[in-house]
């Protein structure tokens, strides 16, 4: 006789093999579920997603390039410079006889970047600098956060200008300036955040495992940093995106012939009173949907990972 | 709470003399000088004019003099384009200004922003609230170099009810805008710390315990509710006292209001290092004397914080 080879083991097999695991929800999937649930971030996603259409498939239709100079029109650009279809400037003439459409593509495009990798760099700094000065502790952590603190204290937008003018305007710069002040603030939640986690179960567990304190900074703490830093950084965007045109503004951002949003900003601010609003309006437009949609995805990521601080 | 105002002192002043040292390094490392131009001078009138300046000194000996000078006599030298001005008149012509502008934009920034954040959140959920969450995120995406020609191209070029620029000791009419486009954005932000912080203060036990023993709503929301959700929001305002002051560049930029801000920036751009030096030293002291005034309200605002 074979053991167990009773009917009614034979029907709990089946039942076993057949049954359907439930399957496990992480958190990142719990996020995404709230994160779609919430109707002002996915229209935020929309409208951005349709902007940033814009800005890769917008040349196609362009008759102008951002250089080219439209001589016969460039002189009196108030009344003939106007957004118009028929002469093919969608969005009218900038000061200087150019196609504002083929610019405000160019500027959405560099300001969009500015946000993203000067965030990045903020990330990456303010990540790392966080950990270390959190996870070491001590006298280490005190001299750490003590330089942090000092150079909070500095008006941020004075550190860009001086970092600015005295090393000179560059792309490089303008990153790494935003970078550098970007980071402070990050750093200081990232610590806080590891300062909490090094004393739970699981980080004790795996030192009594003999994991090694690096690896336990890299698998154990960080990935449970993501949730703080990815929100955090979401709100960092357009914070970069204010202060890249915040510097272009004062004329030491990017430097001709490319552009941003704030320097066509500032550019169309000093011509306003000439009758071409245009030159302001619709670079402005941009510049607030962007900033507008980037505050409503960060609020939804916040709600989305953090759910308890609603 | 002396022990701790003290210590908080002594932590205050070593950062801003590292302030001073840093800053002072920075501009002095930086490429070009005031006096580099196109046609440059004959060296014997660079040695000249820089003799007169102390730049001939070492470094050491000039950071010195700079130092005793500004602990000893609260002078922080002569302007390096201005022959006639030195920094301290630069600064007493602007700061005024600066500050004037500054403070009403943060009593607006503040008083607008704390009542639309507490009516909205005491309307949770409704259209009031609605309207304000969206007002507050509309003004936030509205700093002040977009306001600034947004006001002018509506009142003054399509209106005509504002003049367009100038500071005309202060008038009114001079003052609107100004204050308006610098306090927009931080209006926001308050509306919704000031929303966020009231709806967790108006979900949490003691005030339920409050309703529960039957006291009316306003004191509720006034004797009980206000305190414990003005912390987050202190903590924010000094940072944006700050922001305020240092955030005028614009202000005086679009309307020539002849504030600090316009100073700092000029000097900034025709390298006239000791006016870029002092106002920078000028604004960082000012940071860190409210920081230190905000960690104290803090402390008032809040029992539990230990000394």
Redesign the interface.
Request: glycine residues 10%; proline residues 5%.
């Given at each position: 006789m074979v053991f167990g080879s009773s009917q009614r083991a034979a029907a709990v097999a089946d039942d076993v093999t057949d049954a359907i695991p439930v399957r496990g929800r992480s958190l990142l999937k719990d996020a995404q579920i709230r994160f779609v649930q919430n109707k002002a971030a996915m229209a935020s996603v929309f409208v951005l997603g349709l902007i940033i259409l814009f800005v890769v498939i917008g040349p196609l239709f362009a008759q102008w390039s951002n250089e080219e100079i439209d001589w016969d029109r460039m002189g009196d650009i108030a009344r003939e410079g106007a957004p118009s279809l028929a002469n093919g400037h969608f969005f009218g003439l900038d000061e200087l006889g150019r196609d504002l459409y083929a610019r405000v593509i160019q500027a959405t495009r560099t300001s969009l970047l500015v946000g993203l990798v000067g965030a990045a760099t903020a990330l990456i700094i303010g990540t790392a600098y966080g950990l270390v000065a959190g996870y070491v502790g001590g006298r280490v952590d005190s001299a750490m956060m003590r330089f942090v603190?000092?150079l909070l204290?500095?008006?941020l937008?004075?550190i860009i200008?001086?970092l600015l003018?005295?090393a000179?305007r560059s792309f490089f710069m303008l990153f790494v300036s935003l970078g550098a002040v970007g980071w402070l603030t990050m750093s200081r939640i990232v610590r806080a955040q590891t300062l909490s986690l090094k004393t739970r179960e699981f980080i004790e567990a795996a030192r009594a495992a003999g994991v090694s304190e690096v690896k336990i900074m890299l698998r154990h703490i960080l990935p449970n940093l993501i949730g703080v830093v990815i929100v955090y950084s979401s709100l960092l965007v357009?914070e970069m995106i204010?202060a890249e045109?915040?510097i272009s503004?004062?004329?030491?951002g990017i430097s001709e012939p490319y552009t941003s949003l704030?320097k066509l900003?500032?550019e169309?601010?000093g011509t306003?009173?000439y009758g071409t609003?245009w030159q302001?309006l619709i670079p402005?437009s941009f510049?607030?949907a962007i900033?507008?949609t980037m505050?409503?995805i960060g609020d939804g990521l916040r709600d989305a990972l953090d759910p308890k601080d609603? | 709470m002396i022990s701790y105002i003290i210590r908080r002192l002594l932590i205050a002043i070593p950062t801003i003399l590292i302030l001073i040292v840093a800053s002072f390094f920075l501009i002095h490392f930086a490429p070009g000088g005031p006096f580099t131009s196109e046609r440059p001078l004959p060296p014997q009138v660079l040695a000249n004019i820089e003799a007169r300046y102390g730049l001939d000194q070492p470094l050491w000996k000039q950071l010195w003099d700079y130092l005793t000078n500004i602990v000893l006599h609260f002078d922080f030298g002569p302007s390096f384009k201005f022959k006639d001005r030195d920094v301290n008149d630069i600064i007493a012509q602007g700061f005024p200004i600066s500050l004037t502008y500054g403070s009403l934009a943060f009593i607006a920034a503040s008083v607008v922003g704390i009542v639309l954040g507490v009516v909205a959140a005491i309307r949770h959920n409704s259209w009031i609230d609605y309207a304000a969450v969206s007002m507050g995120i509309g003004a936030q995406a509205l700093p002040n170099f977009i306001m600034g020609p947004i006001l002018i191209l509506v009142f003054t070029l399509w209106l005509g009810w504002l003049p367009g620029g100038g500071w005309n000791g202060g008038q009114w009419q001079y003052l609107i805008m100004p204050v308006i486009a610098l306090s927009t954005s931080y209006m926001g932000n308050i509306a919704r710390l000031t929303r966020s912080s009231m709806l967790e203060v108006l979900n949490s036990n003691f005030i339920r315990t409050a309703r529960a023993k039957g006291l009316p709503t306003r004191s509720v929301i006034w004797r009980h509710a206000m305190k414990p959700m003005l912390l987050p929001v202190v903590s924010y305002l000094g940072p944006v006292f700050v922001y305020v002051l240092t955030g005028s560049v614009f202000v005086d930029l679009y309307f020539s209001t002849g504030g600090l801000g316009q100073a700092y920036v000029g000097s900034a751009l025709s390298r006239d290092y000791a006016v870029l030096l002092g106002v920078t030293i000028l604004y960082g002291s000012l940071t860190v004397v409210v920081n230190l005034i905000t960690d104290l309200a803090y402390a008032w605002f809040d029992p539990k914080i230990r000394y």
């Open positions: 603190d000092i204290a500095i008006p937008t004075l200008i001086l003018v005295i000179g357009p204010l045109s915040f503004f004062l004329g030491l704030g900003i500032s169309g601010a306003m009173a609003t302001l402005l510049y607030v900033i507008i505050f409503f609603r | -």
